[in-house]
């Protein structure tokens, strides 16, 4: 059973920084994808950033230059959030593939990439 957990969410001003966490176990594969959702009150759940095993980035335009996505290890995922605005906040979601190669044929920020999903982390932005 494969698990992921998100850690880091909380409150923080406009301008604040957070750094969220995203820890899989259970898996006896390597997911080629993990990636960062958001999903907003009343909005659909929308792409944040993704990585492949090989460091390969892909950014939503909103959040480009101000969050990086990163692999620590191939079980653990990070989220550094910069320069926060009061339209980040949302609950965010850590999500991976099941490693097969079927991953490859969705384009990055599509959900339907991702077999595994995480119960989400809540971040505040207050002006």
């Known amino acids: 059973q494969v698990r992921l957990a998100e850690s880091g969410g909380g409150s923080v001003q406009t301008g604040g920084s957070l750094r969220l966490s995203c820890q899989a176990s259970?898996?006896?594969?390597?997911?080629?994808?993990m990636a960062w959702f958001r999903q907003a009150p009343g909005k659909s759940r929308d792409g944040v950033a993704d990585i492949d095993d090989n460091g390969f980035t892909w950014y939503a335009p909103s959040v480009k230059g101000r969050f990086t996505i990163s692999r620590d290890t191939e079980d653990t995922l990070i989220l550094e959030m910069n320069n926060l605005t009061p339209e980040d906040t949302a609950m965010y979601y850590c999500?991976?593939?099941?490693?097969?190669?079927?991953?490859?044929?969705?384009?990055?920020?599509?959900?339907?990439?991702?077999?595994?999903w995480g119960q989400g982390t809540q971040v505040t932005v207050s002006s």
């Open positions: 259970g898996s006896t594969f390597v997911s080629k994808y």
């Open positions: 999500a991976a593939d099941d490693g097969l190669s079927s991953a490859d044929y969705y384009d990055s920020g599509d959900p339907a990439r991702y077999s595994y």
